[in-house]
């Protein structure tokens, strides 16, 4: 199958700074990439929808000035969490989808962030 | 809004079990289903992938079927195996990917 890769996998910073997490497929190009964020045992709740080379759709209730997301090329899509405090402090995971006709969604390994 | 169940929330079998995991959905409108394993702390692992005109797809110990009309998916494991603890959770795809709230699986040895 298609592989994604996140990085970094465990990051942790002080509260105030800003942390960037990046999302690449690396078999394959991905026009759209999501993001989700998941508590823990509960499930993913995607944040945005990331397009390349255009503006990221949100959802609703996620702050698009806290979450900035970056889609600049097909392989690449970048999460950064701006001014991060403890509540931010969760599991991110990114998806892609190479865009086939199955729609096969494939996701990165997710990145752990806490924040201090 | 498409909902998407899963039950049970949580499932402890003996090594050797086979067994059935429900994922059910509100809104038959959906392009596919897909299966994922997710261990703790890591990503997730896409399992099996049902197409909208599919029943069924099979992959080893696994097979995982749907029924759009009564908007049902099961992904049932055979010959449980320790190494099978995780949370298994399922995705309806609409217009959006929209995921259950997963299924916790402890095989015990």
């Known amino acids: 199958g298609a592989v994604v890769s996140q990085h970094p996998s465990w990051v942790i910073c002080k509260s105030g700074t800003s942390v960037k997490i990046e999302c690449r497929s690396l078999d394959f190009q991905a026009t759209t990439m999501f993001w989700y964020r998941q508590f823990p045992k509960q499930s993913l709740m995607l944040m945005a929808t990331?397009?390349?080379?255009?503006?990221?759709?949100?959802e609703q209730g996620v702050e698009k000035d806290k979450f900035l997301i970056n889609h600049a090329s097909l392989t690449l899509s970048t999460l950064t969490v701006t001014s991060a405090h403890p509540e931010d402090s969760s599991f991110y995971i990114c998806?892609?989808?190479?865009?086939?006709?199955?729609?096969?969604?494939?996701f990165g390994e997710g990145s752990r962030l806490t924040v201090l | 809004k498409q909902e998407v169940t899963q039950i049970p929330a949580a499932l402890s079998v003996p090594e050797g079990e086979n067994l059935v995991l429900n994922c059910s959905f509100t809104?038959?409108?959906?392009?596919?289903l897909q299966w994922f394993r997710q261990d703790p702390g890591k990503g997730l692992t896409s399992l099996l992938l049902i197409q909208s005109s599919q029943r069924e797809q099979t992959s080893g110990r696994l097979n995982a079927s749907l029924d759009k009309s009564s908007g049902r998916s099961t992904l049932y494991i055979a010959a449980s195996q320790p190494g099978d603890s995780a949370t298994y959770l399922c995705?309806?795809?609409?217009?959006?990917?929209?995921f259950g709230t997963g299924t916790s699986l402890t095989v015990i040895p």
């Open positions: 998806s892609a989808t190479p865009g086939t006709d199955t729609g096969e969604l494939f």
């Open positions: 809104d038959s409108a959906i392009y596919n």
């Open positions: 995705a309806a795809t609409g217009n959006q990917f929209y």
């Open positions: 990331s397009n390349e080379g255009s503006k990221a759709t949100y």
